[in-house]
């Protein structure tokens, strides 16, 4: 997903309803792969009330887990152990449970009807990445007008010496 088409703009305060796990779900990393490169990992799933609109919605890790798989809320990042996983995504079930109020990211149009626990590309970070390449040309151009500069005071040096003899 491109941070352009992330419509999760606003922040609100979340209240968790449910925290449950569903069943195992298949993560294909190839599509129509074989079975070595598909995982099974349990699928978390939350709902919460996003305060300010009272409205009963499906909460997503980041913006890349609504891509991957809209029915889970939380993908784990390693795959490999499936007792660690389960392990892992319990531990984050019961974190949900135990700190029920949060700040969500939500769309104020209502397009999307979910919302985030964290942005990925949040709107300062497409500022640095269109600062930094802007600081560089700048830094480059001034560079190259230095070295012009000081070709300009050689050669006035040069003829002001030419003069002088």
């Not at 609100?12 to 079975?35: L, M, P, Q, W, Y």
């Not at 209502?110 to 970070?125: A, D, H, Q």
């Not at 390449?133 to 830094?139: A, E, H, S, W």
Request: proline share 5%.
């Amino acid at each position: 997903m491109l941070p352009l088409k992330n419509v999760w703009a606003d922040e609100g305060e979340c209240n968790v309803v449910t925290a449950n796990i569903k069943e195992k779900v298949h993560c294909s990393f190839i599509e129509g792969s074989e079975d070595k490169n598909i995982f099974h990992y349990p699928c978390l799933e939350i709902y919460v009330n996003l305060t300010h609109l009272g409205q009963l919605v499906m909460l997503y890790h980041t913006e890349i887990t609504v891509d991957r798989n809209p029915k889970c809320s939380y993908i784990p990042p390693d795959m490999e152990n499936y007792k660690k996983v389960q392990q892992h995504v319990e531990m984050i079930r019961d974190n949900f449970r135990k700190h029920q109020r949060f700040l969500c990211h939500y769309d104020p149009s209502r397009k999307e009807k979910s919302v985030l626990f964290k942005r990925l590309y949040p709107p300062e970070g497409l500022l640095i990445a269109f600062a930094w390449p802007t600081v560089l040309l700048i830094g480059g151009i001034l560079i190259v007008i230095l070295v012009k500069l000081s070709q300009y005071l050689a050669l006035v040096s040069a003829k002001q010496r030419r003069t002088l003899i």
